[in-house]
């Protein structure tokens, strides 16, 4: 199989790509990204893209699945317009691409209560795309909503990791799956067996799923 990778350099994205390159099941691995991985197989190939510019490389998205874990911060992005056209934008121009292109499945990673009507501007992103990229022509669409991520991103983020342990820390009846934390290793895994094993028509794979690993290669 070939697959595409769309924010490969982040804390999921680079698991995905990672467990990837481990399957014989996967011949190619395209990673889309501002930047170099640091990773080197020979299945791997990194195309180095501007975002903006997508009309320069967007014949070249093709193969058997597009998954897509493209996504940044607020702080990061500087303002709300620019985390918008980066998680909700970019994302879905690519995916109407794939679409445009014969790419049959795609796997969005979401996030727990992403709703097109929530009155919080992260969640009502999400689920904009969300609903979007359920209107495009894939055969198969699997849609992750995974809880806060744990992992070691390139960038420390102090209240992320410190809601993570006290979070961890608090008995498992009194926190709801969604709000638990979740390995970056587990939802690239529930990632990794969706594009490697789709299924017709639009499936949402929620927090508690995730968190029973119960979607594995």
């Known amino acids: 199989m070939v697959i595409n990778v769309l924010g490969s350099t982040g804390l999921v994205g680079l698991e995905i790509v990672r467990q990837l390159l481990a399957d014989q099941r996967v011949t190619q691995v395209i990673a889309y990204a501002r930047r170099e991985l640091p990773l080197r197989d ?24 597009l998954i897509s874990a493209l996504g940044t911060t607020r702080k990061a992005a500087g303002d709300k317009r620019a985390q918008y056209e980066v998680d909700y934008t970019y994302q879905f121009h690519v995916a109407q691409a794939a679409a445009a292109n014969g790419v ?33 022509p894939f055969a198969s669409i699997a849609i992750l909503r995974p809880g806060p991520l744990k992992g070691q991103r390139e960038k420390f983020r102090i209240g992320e990791a410190l ?55």
């Open 163 to 217: 809601a993570a342990v006290l979070l961890d820390l608090m008995p498992k009846v009194l926190v709801t799956p969604g709000a638990r934390p979740i390995d970056a290793e587990t939802v690239a895994a529930s990632a990794v067996a969706a594009a490697l094993r789709p299924s017709p028509g639009i499936r949402i794979i929620g927090p508690r799923e995730l968190l029973q690993s119960s979607y594995s290669p």
């Open 42 to 65: 020979p299945r791997l190939r990194v195309m180095v893209v501007d975002f903006d510019h997508l009309e320069d490389w967007a014949r070249g998205i093709r193969g058997d699945v």
């Open 104 to 136: 049959p499945g795609i796997v969005l990673i979401s996030s727990v209560n992403a709703d097109p009507k929530s009155p919080f501007f992260y969640l009502r992103m999400k689920g904009e795309l969300e609903e979007s990229t359920c209107r495009l």
